[in-house]
């Protein structure tokens, strides 16, 4: 039965090309990689480890139990590679959409999606991933109600991440956790204005960042909560990014062993919301500091509560301010950050139970409202007008 042995050996042939990848070439390059990846579904984007090109096409990741456990699109998992061939040594991989990911409701706990490599570039296409945010909101964002997914989006590994929009997250949408290697966030959308309507969306923050060496250029974030929060971390550039109806960009809040140094905040537009750029400090955090933070050349406006806040006393706003976690070295300069508060609103208010240092604030120009309040403990402040 020569053509039944014939089907034998292809059926054994496709076992073993199945089963087998293909053996290192001799030369030692790292050809057995697979060149392109696509991901079209929750399966494909499961173990993406080998792959140095992925492409994203248009899928929707279903509702359906615990997904989450099983398959989360943890887009090239750096741990993982670490078990596979060495994708560390290959010089980083090319992540690109060319379509929409959009999620269904569920109830798996944060983030959704997350991007893991070393040295990636990640190129949304300005495609969307819409978290369909209004199937959940219901005006009480993570403090109650409905259990939401957050944060949505996670930046992990390093490298660039850009040209995508994430729409209408449930809660936080991107979270931003990279680590070896500088991160650059740029040309990144969050728009949840969708949230706006009745007050529904909460806790909507753009970006939360603990993470180090990492810039966010040229972004825009339209929400209920902090465009930025910078929760930990060194060597930070927020710049030429522009943010509506929230909370401003923000260092904080700082809690008990988390210290924030080195931030530039410079070049972005913050309009309309209860606070323009603030500083917030656990009234209890020990063992936790802000220092360098420079504000430059900023433009704020139509801020209804607070232009700058740099309190000591958060979650209250203007209270008792704690000591255990100092705040030094901040600074308007290098260009005017210009600052215009509604009629009820302060312009400034520094509320300081443990703060240091020579303040250079004469790029500060913040006009309207009722004006400053001033307790800078043992921190000097000096020029801008407030
Ligand atoms: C801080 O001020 C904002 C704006 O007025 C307000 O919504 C919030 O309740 C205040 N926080 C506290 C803890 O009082």
């Not at 050809?31 to 492409?55: E, G, H, I, P, Q």
């Not at 902090?226 to 904080?252: F, K, L």
Request: proline share 4%.
């Amino acid at each position: 039965m020569p053509s039944f042995v014939a089907f034998l050996r292809l059926a054994a042939l496709v076992a073993v090309a199945v089963a087998v990848p293909s053996p290192e070439p001799a030369s030692g390059t790292e050809t057995a990689k697979r060149a392109t990846c696509t991901v079209n579904s929750v399966a494909s984007a499961a173990d993406l480890s080998d792959c140095t090109s992925v492409l994203i096409e248009a899928f929707t990741v279903p509702s359906g139990g615990n997904y989450h456990d099983c398959c989360k699109p943890q887009i090239l998992s750096r741990t993982r590679s670490q078990s596979y061939v060495p994708f560390e040594a290959a010089s980083g991989a090319t992540v690109t959409m060319n379509g929409d990911i959009t999620f269904a409701k569920t109830t798996a706990a944060g983030p959704l999606i997350t991007f893991d490599t070393e040295n990636i570039l990640f190129n949304g296409g300005d495609r969307n991933i819409n978290g369909n945010g209004a199937l959940y909101w219901d005006g009480e964002g993570t403090n109650g109600g409905v259990a939401k997914p957050h944060p949505f989006v996670k930046f992990k590994g390093f490298g660039t991440f850009e040209d995508v929009t994430v729409l209408n997250s449930p809660a936080q949408a991107i979270s931003v956790g990279t680590t070896g290697g500088t991160a650059i966030i740029q040309g990144v959308t969050v728009d949840n204005s969708a949230g706006d309507a009745n007050g529904l969306g909460a806790n909507t923050d753009g970006f939360d960042i603990s993470a180090s060496d990492v810039t966010v250029s040229k972004c825009v974030v339209k929400n209920q909560d902090d465009c930025v929060a910078i929760n930990s971390g060194s060597s930070i550039t927020i710049e030429d990014s522009t943010c509506s109806g929230g909370h401003g960009i923000s260092i904080g809040s700082i809690a008990t062993g988390k210290t924030v140094s080195g931030v530039k905040i410079a070049r972005n537009t913050v309009t309309t919301g209860l606070y323009g750029l603030r500083i917030k400090v656990d009234a209890d955090a020990t063992d936790a500091s802000v220092s360098n933070v420079i504000y430059e050349a900023n433009k704020v406006s139509g801020i209804t509560e607070y232009g700058v806040l740099i309190t000591q006393s958060y979650p209250d706003n203007d209270s008792t301010p704690g000591t255990g976690a100092p705040i030094s070295g901040i600074s308007f300069t290098g260009g005017t950050t210009s600052v215009s508060v509604d009629s009820s609103a302060h312009t400034l208010v520094v509320d300081c139970g443990a703060c240091s240092g020579t303040w250079d604030f004469s790029d500060l120009d913040a006009t309207g409202g009722v004006g400053h309040i001033i307790a800078a403990n043992k921190a000097v402040i000096s020029g801008g007008t407030y």
